[in-house]
């Protein structure tokens, strides 16, 4: 769902509506017979993994109190998203799903390494090395237990190393291009 926000507007209703139909299709039977049990587990899985906020978030709680992640979360996610939507580049595709997955991740703070299989294939097309450091940043959560540190503190030490590295590069361009256009006013 994340890789279809970032398509051109066009792409992504056709995209959204043959996805929506294909998964009414699928589930209406399932819903007509089991009703809302339908969903399964998933409400309690994500209250497990800590998509409450009590253990995703790393970043965003290190600034907001931990109720108003999620929110602010999903405030991030959209404000990237119709960014992106609004902007597509047709030369790179991949480069706007790139953005806002690498994004989920630095928001979400997963701690299981692999969901960032996806961000890996997209910074081998885009080849914007600077992402695997978030889908390095996962592993980081790993140490917590040998070093005596809390889950959450590691995970936002790894995401926050990460998002360093992400950052970078842009903040790089800008002070260039600062330096630039300084020394052609003086000339």
Same mark, same amino acid.
């Given at each position: ?38 969903? =399964? ?11 409450? =906020? ?12 931990? $109720?108003?992640? $999620? ?19 047709? #030369? ?56 005596? #540190? ?6 936002? #030490? ?18 260039? =291009? ?10």
């Amino acid at each position: 769902a994340l890789a279809l926000a970032a398509l051109s507007p066009r792409r992504y209703l056709v995209a959204l509506a043959a996805a929506a139909g294909v998964v009414c299709l699928l589930y209406l039977p399932h819903v007509l017979a089991v009703g809302t049990e339908v969903l =399964g587990f998933l409400p309690g899985y994500l209250a497990e993994e800590g998509y409450d =906020g009590s253990g995703r978030f790393a970043l965003l709680r290190l600034v907001l109190p931990r $109720p108003l992640a $999620p929110y602010a979360a999903a405030v991030v996610l959209a404000a990237v998203a119709a960014t992106l939507w609004r902007r597509p580049d047709p #030369i790179r595709p991949w480069r706007g799903p790139l953005l806002l997955i690498g994004t989920a991740f630095l928001v979400l703070t997963p701690s299981y390494p692999w969901y960032a299989l996806l961000l890996v294939a997209l910074v081998a097309l885009d080849g914007r090395w600077e992402w695997l450091a978030v889908a390095a940043a996962g592993y980081v959560a790993y140490f917590a237990g040998p070093l005596g #540190i809390t889950h959450v503190t590691m995970q936002a #030490i790894g995401y926050g190393l990460a998002l360093a590295v992400v950052a970078t590069p842009p903040v790089r361009r800008l002070v260039d =291009g600062y330096r630039r256009s300084a020394s052609v006013r003086r000339s």
